[in-house]
């Protein structure tokens, strides 16, 4: 089976990181996981088995991560991005727009902005979860949480002044 625990994978596994919003309930939580591990199972490119896997953090990140030593291609990716759009569909949230910034609330919880949005109101020291990120390595050291001045959305920011 080509899906493994993300544990397993290395740090300079590639991932591609969807910010959800509104975060997911429990319930959809789990469809998530159970739609996105079934593709994970049958996920391939060129006939060979893509070696993957998957999270779900803070109930607004899906995080697929794919071994480094798994060759994708653009009609395997294609295919991910359908399941994504099958899974806004069905669970009536957003996964694809990327005009939104996502940053930790006052109470420490996951919300969004859109980019305009976050230009007129964001502020530097407001913590910010990149999304961009590339390396699983990045989120096991939480380099993809930061303070808005330390990443690239800081430049956003300064835009509007």
Known sequence: MPRIDISRLPDESRIWIFGISPALD?????????????????????????????????????VIAVDQQSETSGCSIDRMFGLLRQLESELGVVILDPNRIFYQDGSGKVATMTRPEFVENGRQDMVVFDILAERIGRIRRGL???PA?????????????
């Open 144 to 146: 993809w949480q930061k």
């Open 26 to 62: 429990k319930p959809k939580s789990l469809r998530l996981l159970s739609l996105v591990d079934r593709f994970l199972d049958d996920w391939s490119a060129h006939g060979q088995a893509i070696v993957s896997a998957r999270d779900l953090l803070h109930s607004s990140f899906l």
């Open 149 to 161: 001045r330390d990443s690239w959305h800081g430049a956003l920011i300064r835009q509007a002044s």
